[in-house]
């Protein structure tokens, strides 16, 4: 079974400053997606950025970007220019390419932007 | 755009009573999953159905059943309902190879 591993419970970044949540998952597909959630305290599962495995690129999207190691099987976001909107809890989640499509999520980073 | 409608937005039931949360997948979208994520949990996956029928299912009660309609909804129903089982309750839907979107959720207190 594939499992997604949030080392991060927690973490900070001033405002404008640059923050990476790091992500780690495990699995024996070679072909997958990956994701990371935004969930304001609306509660709201809003995505952020979304990575194919068959893809080297890594995925950017505005003022987020991953860093997507295949072989260290590693997922990790930055967020540029932080802003106080991006206050969350972020996940990560892991989706098959096939067979099931369940979403596998990490325990999630509670980030935290100060003024 | 159409997003995935989820109702009520919240329920309040008594311990034992039933509960059904409804969910309307985008349009077009063949694949409809529930989750459910306890007070600071991550979601875990409850069940998925694939063209009205069950294509996976996961850490799901025997208590509570789903299923998708003819029109795609979905359904999912709880009965004798626990205090645990007070949660935010998520519908998703997809199509083959396409995105996955979220409703809002449904949060149930159970009292």
């Known amino acids: 079974a594939q499992t997604v591993t949030q080392s991060q419970p927690e973490m900070s970044v001033q405002e404008a400053e640059t923050v990476t949540l790091s992500c780690t998952y495990d699995?024996?597909?070679?072909?997958?997606?990956l994701f990371w959630y935004k969930q304001p305290p609306s509660r709201q599962m809003i995505l952020v950025i979304r990575?194919?495995?068959?893809?080297?690129q890594n995925a950017t999207e505005n003022r987020f970007s991953v860093n997507f190691q295949k072989a260290a099987k590693s997922f990790s976001l930055k967020i540029s220019d932080s802003q106080l909107g991006d206050a969350a809890m972020y996940f990560c989640?892991?989706?098959?390419?096939?067979?099931?499509?369940?979403?596998?999520f990490g325990k999630g980073t509670k980030l935290t932007v100060n003024p | 755009a159409a997003g995935v409608i989820q109702s009520p937005r919240h329920l309040i039931k008594e311990k034992r009573e039933t509960a059904t949360l409804k969910c309307y997948p985008i349009p077009r979208h063949d694949t409809v999953y529930w989750y459910q994520q306890g007070p600071g949990q991550d979601p875990q996956f409850l069940i998925s159905f694939y063209e009205k029928m069950q294509s996976d299912k996961g850490s799901i009660p025997d208590r509570f059943s789903a299923q998708q309609f003819s029109d795609y909804h979905s359904e999912l129903n709880m009965s004798s309902l626990e205090l645990g089982d007070s949660a935010l309750y998520f519908c998703?839907?997809?199509?083959?190879?396409?995105?996955?979107?979220f409703g809002s959720g449904t949060r149930l207190t159970v009292v």
């Open positions: 998703a839907s997809s199509s083959i190879g396409g995105g996955y979107t």
């Open positions: 989640a892991y989706r098959s390419a096939g067979g099931s499509e369940k979403l596998v």
């Open positions: 990575q194919e495995a068959y893809k080297q």
């Open positions: 699995t024996s597909e070679s072909d997958y997606y």
